[in-house]
């Protein structure tokens, strides 16, 4: 019980501050401690995703623009770790009041829906540029 009540919390406070990082980086880097550090812009940092930074060129490695986008920027690494932090803490909550991992699969099912749900909207229906440039090579 000790033991799922340290996890909970030690997670939602790791997923607080992910969470802070991922947004000064997005909305406010001029004015942070981050500021002047590369990797950390999000200004030019979205270019590690792709060969020599152009979006023409293809994807740097295999997955910089879907499931590894975690390893090319602060944002995306930060907003990673606050979601399974912050999922990993209320699953561990409702553990101590239910006592079945079913509750636990649930969430990991949950999330993998949630994280194709945005994938979807983000790179297809929400992006006018991928259907422009579709346009524009035929």
Not at 41 to 58: D, F, Q
Request: contains cysteine.
């Amino acid at each position: 019980m000790v033991y799922s009540i340290t996890i909970s919390v030690l997670c939602a406070v790791i997923a607080g501050i992910a969470r802070a990082v991922s947004n000064k980086v997005l909305f406010h880097y001029d004015h942070s401690v981050f500021k002047n550090k590369a990797w950390f812009n999000p200004k030019t940092s979205w270019r590690n995703k792709y060969k020599k930074g152009n979006p023409l060129l293809g994807e740097k490695f295999k997955g910089s623009t879907t499931i590894f986008v975690l390893f090319t920027d602060a944002f995306h690494l930060f907003e990673f770790v606050f979601r399974i932090t912050f999922a990993t803490s209320f699953i561990f909550a409702t553990l101590l009041l239910t006592n079945s991992l079913w509750f636990a699969f649930g969430y990991i099912v949950i999330y993998l829906v949630f994280a194709g749900v945005f994938h979807l909207f983000f790179t297809f229906i929400f992006n006018r540029q991928t259907l422009s440039v579709k346009t524009r090579q035929t």
